[in-house]
T-cell receptor, first 115, second 114 residues
Framework: AQSVTQLDSQVPVFEEAPVELRCNYS??????LFWYVQYPNQGLQLLLK??????LVKGINGFEAEFNKSQTSFHLRKPSVHISDTAEYFC?????????????FGTGTRLQVTL | DVKVTQSSRYLVKRTGEKVFLECVQD?????MFWYRQDPGLGLRLIYF???????EKGDIPEGYSVSREKKERFSLILESASTNQTSMYLC?????????????FGSGTRLTVV
């Protein structure tokens, strides 16, 4: 079984400040890792994903995440946030078993950016 | 632009009603999923399907069933709606070759059971 922990349910931050959203996972097999963003009243949109290779992954809207296998973490970062980044962010993990694989989500982190 | 379309954005139903939530994708994806989203709980998988007429239980299937008669359509059925099924329901699809290609999500159906 696999699971995801997002310790911070809410993260308030001022515009232009850096931000880190934390994500830890557990799995008995090798995994793929994802960050999704959900803007108000919308579905989920993929920000970035780690499949293999370089542990630093760059995504859309200036976000990046670093896979740390020893710490089983996949934290999301942005050096300077904008008001438009206000949204809910979900970390997700999947085993890589092909057809039968499915995503397991964390409980989400609400990023609130203010002036 | 490829899409996953959920037929209703908002629904209000009465306790005990049979409720159908419809999801259609135009990407010829083999796999389709139904999640429910609740504050503080994230997204939880209800059912998924990796082929026509095939279905698998997710983590919280109780009180729900699904139907997949055609590849593009995946329906979630609440046999007898209850107030604890008030939630946001999200449909998703992906190719059958694995999660690495990513999921496409619909915009969600907010269901209120009164």
């Amino acid at each position: 079984a696999q699971s995801v922990t997002q310790l911070d349910s809410q993260v308030p931050v001022f515009e232009e400040a850096p931000v880190e959203l934390r994500c830890n996972y557990s799995s008995s097999v090798s995994v793929y890792l994802f960050w999704y963003v959900q803007y108000p009243n919308q579905g989920l949109q993929l920000l970035l994903k780690y499949l293999s290779g370089s542990t630093l992954v760059k995504g859309i809207n200036g976000f990046e995440a670093e896979f740390n296998k020893s710490q089983t973490s996949f934290h999301l970062r942005k050096p300077s946030v904008h008001i438009s980044d206000t949204a809910e962010y979900f970390c997700a993990v999947s085993d890589n078993t092909g057809t039968a694989s499915k995503l397991t989500f964390g409980t989400g982190t609400r990023l609130q950016v203010t002036l | 632009d490829v899409k996953v379309t959920q037929s209703s954005r908002y629904l209000v139903k009465r306790t005990g009603e049979k409720v159908f939530l419809e999801c259609v994708q135009d990407m010829d994806h083999e796999n389709m999923f139904w999640y429910r989203q609740d504050p503080g709980l994230g997204l939880r998988l209800i059912y998924f399907s990796y082929d026509v007429k095939m279905k698998e239980k997710g983590d919280i299937p109780e009180g729900y069933s699904v139907s997949r008669e055609k590849k593009e359509r995946f329906s979630l059925i609440l046999e007898s709606a209850s107030t604890n099924q008030t939630s946001m329901y999200l449909c998703a699809s992906r190719t059958g070759t694995g999660t690495h290609k990513g999921y496409t999500f619909g915009s969600g159906t907010r269901l209120t059971v009164v």
